[in-house]
C-alpha cells in the first residue's frame, strides 16, 4: 500500500484511529475498496501513515465490530464480504449527518415536527436545483 | 508469552540534588514507548541505567533478559543507543564511522546503510564537522540503525530538528517496528512527536513515574468538561478531577477518568454540559504533572 492512500491530519481534533476508521470507510463507501479485498497489516499502516500501532489495531477492531472488516488470525484483514457493504456504510454517514442535524434542532428548543419540515424544504430546495441545472443544460 | 524487552522494578538511584524514587518500566517486542517529562526529571538517568552505564542504588534492571548492568556487555550488542551528547570523530568522515562499526558489530547490514544515506540525504564522504546539527543526529541514528539492533534507546532524538529531519526520523523509527520483535524507547518533551507515533506513553516528573499507560487509554479518559453551573447548583464530587476552574457561572473541570455517559451526573444536579473537549498528550501531560506536584509538595 502506498503512502499516499490514507492521510492522518494533526489539525484534525478527532482521535487519529477514528480518522483512521473514518477513511478506510469512506474507501469501502465509494467502492474504491471492494469487498473481500485484503487490507494492508497492522504494523504496514501504522509505518505508512506513521501513527502507532495501538492506535491502528484500535482502527481495525472497532471496524471489525462494527462489521465493516473481517480479521482471520495469522492471514490477515479483508474488507467484508457483503454486497450491501458499500450502500449500508453511505447510509451510515446520512445517518450520522441526521444525528448532528437533529443534535442543533435540540439546541435551538426546535420540536420533532419543525425539524422535519425544515428537512422537507431543504429537499425541495435540492429537486427546484436539479430542475434548474437540467434546464440551463 | 514472549519475554519482555525491558523490565525495571523498584529502581533508585540518589544523587547530592537529584533522587530517582521507585522507578518501574515495562516494553513489550514490537511496542514503541514513549517517555516523556520536562528537563531534569530522570529521563537520562533512566535511560543510562537501561544501558548499563549507570548503576541503580536499589531495585532490578533487565533488557533484553540482561541483568543490568552486569550483563551489559552481552545486552550491548542488541541494544542502539542514541542521546545528544553522543561524540563523533569530527575530523574523520561518516563512512569512516560506517567502516568502524561494521568492523565491530556481525550484524551491520552494509546495504540498509546505504539506504539509510540516501533516505536521510547524507555522504559517506562528509566529514562530520560539516554536518549541521540535524544532519549529525541523523548521521549517529544511521550508525545505530544499520546494526538492526533489537532495542533502540534514543534520548531526545528529535530535540532541536527542523520538521522534515523529525519527519524522516519518525518514519524510519515507525519502519523499525514493521518487525514485531524489535522495540523503541524514545525519550522526548516533544508531545506532539510522541503521540503520533507511541504505543506505551510513561510520564516522569521529578525522578517519579508520575502515569503510565497505554496511549489510547490516555486519549481515552482525560477531557475538558465546559460546565454552565446556574446558582443554586452544585458540582458534584467525581473521582478522577485534576482540577476544577469556575469563574461566575462557568466551570471548566479536567478529569483523567472520563467515561461515555459521564455527562449525566452533571444535568441530573441542573448543570448543562456545554462541551467535553479530548486533550492532546501536551494538555495531558501538563495537568498530569501539576496534580501530581499539587498532591506531593
Known amino acids: 500500500m502506498n503512502s499516499g492512500e490514507l492521510l492522518i491530519s494533526q489539525v484534525d481534533r478527532r482521535p487519529m484511529y477514528l480518522q483512521i476508521m473514518e477513511q478506510i470507510r469512506h474507501r469501502i463507501a465509494i467502492s474504491d475498496w471492494e469487498p473481500g479485498r485484503e487490507l494492508p497489516s497492522i504494523r504496514a499502516l501504522a509505518a505508512s501513515v506513521q501513527v502507532s500501532v495501538i492506535t491502528v489495531k484500535r482502527a481495525y477492531l472497532e471496524l471489525e465490530r462494527e462489521g ?45 415536527n419543525e425539524l422535519t419540515s425544515r428537512l422537507q424544504s431543504a429537499i425541495a430546495r435540492g429537486n427546484a436545483n436539479d430542475a434548474k441545472d437540467e434546464k440551463d443544460q | 508469552m514472549t519475554e519482555p524487552v525491558i523490565d525495571i522494578q523498584g529502581v533508585w538511584k540518589s544523587y547530592r540534588f ?28 533512566t535511560i543510562r541505567i537501561l544501558m548499563g552505564m549507570i548503576r541503580h542504588d536499589r531495585g532490578t534492571v533487565r533488557v533484553l533478559g540482561c541483568s543490568m548492568p552486569s550483563e551489559q556487555a552481552v545486552a550491548k550488542r542488541d541494544i542502539g543507543f542514541v542521546s545528544e551528547d553522543m561524540r563523533l570523530q569530527s575530523s574523520a568522515t561518516l563512512g569512516w564511522h560506517m567502516r568502524f562499526i561494521a568492523s565491530i558489530y556481525a550484524g551491520w547490514d552494509a546495504s ?74 524514545f525519550s522526548s518533551h516533544n508531545t506532539q512527536d510522541v503521540e503520533q507515533i507511541s504505543d506505551h506513553i510513561t510520564f516522569i516528573d521529578r525522578g517519579r513515574i508520575i502515569d503510565s499507560s497505554d496511549k489510547e487509554t490516555f486519549l481515552d479518559r482525560w477531557r475538558r468538561i465546559h460546565l454552565d453551573v446556574p446558582s443554586g447548583a452544585v458540582l458534584p464530587p467525581l473521582a478522577g478531577v485534576t482540577d476544577t476552574s469556575a469563574s461566575g457561572r462557568v466551570a471548566i473541570v479536567t478529569t483523567k477518568a472520563y467515561v461515555p455517559g459521564l455527562e449525566t451526573t452533571y444535568t441530573r444536579s441542573g448543570i448543562t454540559v456545554r462541551d467535553v473537549q479530548p486533550m492532546t498528550l501536551e494538555e495531558i501531560f501538563v495537568a498530569n504533572v501539576l496534580s501530581n506536584r499539587g498532591e506531593q509538595p
Open chain 2, 112 to 185: 540498509y546503510a546505504d539506504v539509510l544515506l540516501r533516505r536521510f540525504n547524507l555522504h559517506a564522504e562528509q566529514t562530520i564537522k560539516g554536518l549541521s546539527h540535524g544532519e549529525r543526529v541523523k548521521a549517529t541514528l544511521l550508525l545505530v540503525l544499520a546494526r538492526r539492533p533489537r532495542l533502540l534507546l534514543l534520548d531526545e532524538p528529535t530535540t532541536g530538528l527542523d520538521p522534515v529531519a523529525r519527519h524522516e526520523i519518525l518514519a524510519e523509527l515507525m519502519d523499525v517496528v514493521r518487525d514485531e520483535r524489535r522495540a523503541i524507547v
Open chain 1, 68 to 112: 465493516v472488516i473481517v480479521t482471520r488470525h495469522g492471514i490477515g484483514s479483508f474488507v467484508a464480504d457483503r454486497a450491501d457493504l458499500s450502500v449500508q456504510l453511505r447510509r451510515g454517514e446520512l445517518d450520522e449527518h441526521l444525528s448532528a442535524a437533529a443534535d442543533i434542532g435540540r439546541q435551538l428548543g426546535m420540536t420533532p
Open chain 2, 18 to 45: 537529584f533522587q530517582l524514587r521507585d522507578v518501574a518500566l515495562r516494553l513489550e517486542p514490537g511496542q514503541i514507548l514513549g517517555f516523556v517529562g520536562p528537563n531534569g526529571a530522570g529521563k537520562t538517568t
